[in-house]
T-cell receptor
Framework: GENVEQHPSTLSVQEGDSAVIKCTYSDSASNYFPWYKQELGKRPQLIIDIRSNVGEKKDQRIAVTLNKTAKHFSLHITETQPEDSAVYFCAAANQAGTALIFGKGTTLSVSS | EPEVTQTPSHQVTQMGQEVILRCVPISNHLYFYWYRQILGQKVEFLVSFYNNEISEKSEIFDDQFSVERPDGSNFTLKIRSTKLEDSAMYFC????????????FGQGTRLTVV
């Protein structure tokens, strides 16, 4: 089955810097890759996603890139702000599209 | 904005007891899921449900777990005989289209088994 690896586990940046979180997946049949932001004690919130027919997608300060050949995808946050501090999870849909398989999460800390 | 809602927000139960966690998915969504998150760990898939039947289940979803859509709005997860290791945050989620795309999560039920 699908396996998702995520790095780094923690990331500390200064306000205004960029942050990059990387994930790899194992199942080449996966075709949907969302990113979720989870603040302490709250629900995972979908912040951006990408399908396998697209290499890059951007939404304001957030972008996601996908390399299907290498089976990895990355989240890029530019001009980070303290309110970006949270745990970020990448995920990949399984081959049947019936489940999301999550990475272990990255705790992003943005200091002002 | 429509949301997935879950009740209760926190449930404490004795080991061996049955619990039912309740969810109201987003009204026009057709695909329903349960995930769990042990404190400090990643979100783990339990089960997906479509057209009144289970589409997929993980190894975690053994015979002590069951799901039901008893009416047109509710979606429930039952744990028949709780164990200490069932303590976790349980998230219900739903999506409109297949492929797990645009899956939205509820706020979670924290289950504590004592």
């Amino acid at each position: 089955g699908e396996n998702v690896e995520q790095h780094p586990s923690t990331l500390s940046v200064q306000e205004g810097d960029s942050a990059v979180i990387k994930c790899t997946y194992s199942d080449s049949a996966s075709n949907y890759f969302p990113w979720y932001k989870q603040e302490l004690g709250k629900r995972p919130q979908l912040i951006i996603d990408i399908r396998s027919n697209v290499g890059e997608k951007k939404d304001q300060r957030i972008a996601v890139t996908l390399n299907k050949t290498a089976k990895h995808f990355s989240l890029h946050i530019t001009e980070t702000q303290p309110e970006d501090s949270a745990v970020y999870f990448c995920a990949a849909a399984n081959q049947a599209g019936t489940a999301l398989i999550f990475g272990k999460g990255t705790t992003l800390s943005v200091s002002s | 904005e429509p949301e997935v809602t879950q009740t209760p927000s926190h449930q404490v139960t004795q080991m061996g007891q049955e619990v039912i966690l309740r969810c109201v998915p987003i009204s026009n969504h057709l695909y329903f899921y349960w995930y769990r998150q042990i404190l400090g760990q990643k979100v783990e898939f339990l089960v997906s449900f479509y057209n009144n039947e289970i589409s997929e289940k993980s190894e975690i979803f053994d015979d002590q777990f069951s799901v039901e859509r008893p009416d047109g709005s509710n979606f429930t997860l039952k744990i028949r005989s709780t164990k200490l290791e069932d303590s976790a945050m349980y998230f219900c989620a739903s999506s409109l289209t297949q492929g797990a795309s645009s899956t939205f999560f509820g706020q979670g039920t924290r289950l504590t088994v004592v």
